[in-house]
């Protein structure tokens, strides 16, 4: 069943002209994709979650790609906005240089669809040179929990959602 579900998503995928060299890796399809709102290319990993007792939503998938590329400029605006704020808000003033704007620092560099979910990560070259921020949007584009991931240690997560 992996085999075919892959198969199945990459089709959808080359046939939707939404990513760039699409390919089968592992149990995924990635290729790299143009976030319009942001104005950069980004790494795309869609995953199926394949379970052998349930088929995945495809459709689902394809959905939640085609949104999250394609969403408007002032509803990204805002998702950069209330990331910024929930880290600033999570983290000490000695944590966070004053002088960094992360609205403006913060710049996304891949995109992880699932069925229920969608995970945008983020660099930001000064305020996190060690580290991505990963953050999980409903399929609805609503922020919905936000971590940031040192290079050195994954084991040292640091959850910045206030929910």
Do not use: C, Y
Request: aromatic fraction near 2%; charge should be negative.
């Amino acid at each position: 069943m992996t085999e075919s579900v892959l198969n199945d998503l990459l089709r959808r995928v080359t046939e939707s002209g939404l990513l760039e060299d699409a390919q089968i890796d592992e149990d995924s399809v990635i290729g790299s994709g143009h976030l319009d709102a942001a104005g950069v290319e980004v790494e795309v990993d869609l995953d199926p979650e394949i379970d052998e007792d349930e088929a995945p939503d495809l459709d689902a998938i394809m959905s939640n790609l085609k949104d999250v590329l394609s969403v408007g400029e002032e509803r990204w605006r805002a998702i950069v906005e209330e990331i910024s704020s929930d880290i600033e808000d999570a983290l000490d003033d000695d944590e966070l240089d004053a002088d960094v704007d992360l609205r403006t620092d913060l710049e996304a560099i891949g995109v992880g669809v699932f069925a229920d979910a969608i995970i945008v990560v983020f660099a930001g070259q000064t305020s996190f040179p060690d580290a991505l921020v990963h953050v999980q949007l409903t399929p609805e584009l609503e922020v919905e929990d936000i971590e940031i991931i040192g290079d050195d240690d994954e084991d040292d997560d640091e959850d910045a959602d206030e929910d």
